[in-house]
């Protein structure tokens, strides 16, 4: 399976504090994009990171990429109870044709308490 | 103002039924994707659409088939409903020669009783 894995599979803060999620895959990659799901929502694109960049940063969020071992993380930095949702790490692999085909890992669950 | 929409939201049907789900992209994208959700939230990617011809084809059951009239749309059809097809389908659109993110619609529930 070229299915992703993240851990943790749940995380509690307090508002205010940095929340960190991580993901690995198993496959080359063209990229790796993080997306968030709010409760019965669909996924919103959060930030992408290309397989020749390390980090990226936009606005409160902070990603890193390391492929040589196939992992991710993601920081929320001075979290916010609006950031209460499932965040998914998705890698993006061409296929011919060009319909670059997403597959995502199985989410983190992040709870912020106000 | 809507960019992918599906309807219905949620759908309750009974086993051995047909449905279909729509949905709509006001975007100009020429990619499109189904992906199914299951109760432990695992996204799996189940057709993309590209340019009105199926690029992608994961290991789904034949009962399920995507129709795409035009660029804008792309249905999904399920035969003879089963009770494992339960789940949240998500809609999502691309455009293949620009950015690589993709904008989801806001799911159809399908409950198979």
Redesign the interface.
């Known amino acids: 399976s070229q ?1 992703g894995e993240e851990d943790p599979q749940a995380l509690s803060i307090q508002e205010g504090e940095n929340a960190t999620m991580n993901c690995s895959y198993k496959t080359s990659i ?2 790796l ?1 993080w ?1 968030r ?1 709010n409760s ?6 959060l930030i ?1 990171i290309r397989s020749n960049e390390r980090e990226k940063h936009s606005g409160r969020l902070r990603v890193t990429l390391d492929t040589s071992k196939k992992s991710s993380s993601l920081l929320i930095t001075a979290s916010r109870a609006a950031d209460t949702a ?1 965040y ?1 790490c998705a890698t ?1 692999t061409l ?10 890992g ?2 983190t ?1 992040l709870t912020v308490i106000p | 103002d809507t960019a ?1 929409s599906q309807t219905p939201k949620y759908l309750v049907t009974q086993m051995g039924n047909d449905k279909s789900i729509k949905c709509e992209q006001n975007l100009g994208h020429d ?1 499109m ?1 189904w ?1 199914k959700q299951d109760s ?6 189940m057709f ?3 340019n009105k ?1 199926l ?2 084809n994961e290991t789904v059951p034949n009962r399920f088939s995507p129709k795409s009239p035009d660029k804008a749309h792309l249905n999904l059809h399920i035969n003879s409903l089963e009770l494992g097809d339960s789940a949240v389908y ?1 809609c ?1 659109s ?1 455009n ?1 020669g620009g ?9 159809t529930r399908l409950t198979v009783l």
């Open positions: 299915q063209n990229n994009q997306y799901q019965g929502r669909g996924l919103v694109h992408l499932s998914f993006d296929f011919l044709g060009g319909a670059n085909n997403l597959f995502f199985t989410g669950r | 992918v990619t994707y992906y432990k939230k695992f996204l799996k990617i993309s659409y590209n011809e690029i992608i998500f999502a691309r293949a950015r690589h993110e993709q904008f989801f619609g806001p799911g």
